[in-house]
């Protein structure tokens, strides 16, 4: 979903029947002027609230979104595809995030206290940036969001959340969820803004204290020029091309399993999803044979019935950019296992994308360089540890890797030598709210979630008082 500078108003268009779903005004620079204001002001009363009562409010937030889940589900399968039995599971995430983000504030938030000096008094404070803007995508427009939201709030910010057009009403119930725990008017406040607006806001000198963006390499890349033009904060969190290696001795079903569900899920359209696997040669065979009943069994098809295992990418412009990556791939030599008649399907729309598992795959093919956000497995053989470990360093991404293996020392070691910001091992694809999620090279700078993750939000204020 996307609108051209001269639009006053943009529409939802579902990717499952390409019917409206929704429609929205743009804001205009009046009214995004407006906005910040009234959050300037909001913070201002916000920051002098107490922790507890800022805890309260998100966890009472947090658990009125479980309360809507399957209204959560209903809409968010609506405005971009995913199959409408996985919905309820962001609003799973988003109360376990929230919960542990609002445990963990009391420490990550609190001063900062030096050993004793004699006749001094001394401490740094964690305090409020001011305004913080968040710029969400539409794969998973509700954690994406309460990965800043929600640290940014206990942090005393306020906050401006411009989604993806393609998701306006995910972040609308974010909002109301908000306001009816009780948070004070002003604070959390949905922007549905154009490139060039959003672009003109951080480049204002009043602009947020700090810009979160999550998306990809491209915009990112806007974003931090766009932000240059004045010292604020930016974090951003961008695209994947996440490598699986499977060891020689690996537990093959339980690879199959996790590594065909890291690659496919969402369609695959996840920052973090599997998008290149590495096999040894002693298990190479038995794992494709066995990869390839597993995809198999991911049943493409209308994301509102429940038997949907595998609903459309979220635009047609999507859909032709991962078929052209397969393309490419097979006429430089890869092979299609499971079919390429399975993505032309012609009672669905040409957004809907079959899984796609290829072999014979190498560094040169398009495939295994860029990201493909769609459900498709590359997989190559490798001799060894090191072979697996080169390759997997090969890329100008560096979210997460996966290791699937019985020897967890092995694991460790290899995990030492990854160029990436998670190292996985028997599991992928998930973001534990405990631990830091972070990336390296085209994959971003900052740090969401963990301690780590109230970072972005504050900054240190020291006092140096002399008796």
């Known amino acids: 979903m996307s609108h051209s500078s001269g639009d006053t108003s943009f529409a939802v268009v579902s990717p499952i029947d390409g019917r409206k779903v929704a429609e929205r005004?743009?804001?205009?620079?009046?009214?995004?002027?407006?906005?910040?204001?009234?959050?300037?002001?909001?913070?201002?009363?916000?920051?002098n609230s107490p922790l507890r009562e800022r805890q309260r409010i998100c966890r009472r937030a947090a658990r009125s979104l479980s309360a809507e889940r399957s209204e959560l589900a209903h809409e968010l399968t609506l405005q971009m595809g995913r199959p409408i039995t996985h919905g309820p599971s962001e609003a799973d995430g988003v109360v376990e995030r929230t919960l542990?983000?609002?445990?963990?504030?009391?420490?990550?938030l609190a001063p900062i206290v030096p050993?004793?000096?004699?006749?001094?008094?001394?401490?740094i404070e964690r305090v409020p940036v001011g305004v913080v803007l968040a710029i969400t995508p539409w794969n998973y427009p509700y954690l994406t969001a309460i990965n800043s939201l929600v640290p940014a709030l206990l942090a005393g910010n306020a906050v401006l959340l411009k989604p993806s057009p393609q998701v306006p009403l995910c972040a609308e119930r974010l909002e109301r969820a908000f306001l009816?725990?009780?948070?004070?008017?002003?604070?959390?406040?949905?922007?549905?803004a154009?490139?060039?607006?959003?672009?003109?806001?951080?480049?204002?000198p009043d602009g947020p204290d700090a810009i979160v963006f999550t998306g990809s390499v491209r915009t990112g890349h806007l974003v931090q020029e766009a932000a240059a033009a004045r010292f604020a904060g930016v974090s951003l969190e961008l695209g994947g091309k996440d490598p699986a290696y499977v060891r020689e001795d690996a537990d093959l079903e339980r690879a199959v399993a996790g590594i065909v569900e890291g690659a496919l899920f969402n369609a695959g359209q996840s920052c973090c999803a599997v998008e290149r696997i590495y096999v040894h040669e002693s298990c190479y065979t038995r794992f494709v044979e066995a990869a390839i009943e597993e995809a198999r069994s991911y049943r493409l098809g209308d994301p509102r019935d429940p038997d949907t295992r595998l609903g459309p990418l979220v635009n047609p412009e999507a859909a032709r950019r991962v078929r052209g990556q397969i393309d490419l791939a097979v006429r430089a030599g890869a092979r299609s296992c499971l079919g390429p008649a399975r993505n032309t399907d012609s009672s669905l729309r040409e957004t809907y994308v079959a899984a796609e598992l290829l072999t014979e795959v190498d560094h040169d093919m398009t495939i295994m360089r860029e990201e493909t956000f769609g459900p498709v497995l590359p997989v190559m053989r490798v001799a060894s540890d090191a072979a697996a470990l080169e390759l997997m360093n090969d890329s100008d991404y560096g979210l997460s890797a996966s290791i699937w293996t019985r020897d967890l020392d092995a694991a460790r070691t290899m995990g030492d030598e990854l160029q990436t910001g998670t190292v996985f091992v028997n599991r992928c694809d998930y973001?534990?709210?405990?631990l830091a999620w972070t990336g390296v090279k085209n994959s971003?700078?900052?740090?969401?979630?963990?301690?780590?993750?109230?970072g972005t939000f504050v900054r240190a204020k020291s006092f140096h008082l002399r008796r």
């Open 25 to 47: 005004a743009l804001a205009t620079p009046t009214e995004v002027a407006r906005r910040l204001e009234t959050a300037r002001v909001a913070q201002r009363e916000w920051q």
């Open 100 to 108: 542990s983000l609002a445990g963990m504030a009391d420490t990550s």
């Open 115 to 123: 050993p004793a000096l004699p006749g001094f008094e001394r401490f």
């Open 180 to 192: 009816g725990a009780g948070l004070p008017a002003g604070l959390l406040q949905v922007l549905h």
């Open 194 to 204: 154009s490139p060039e607006s959003t672009r003109r806001l951080i480049q204002s």
């Open 431 to 434: 973001l534990d709210p405990a």
């Open 444 to 454: 971003g700078r900052g740090c969401a979630l963990s301690q780590l993750g109230f």
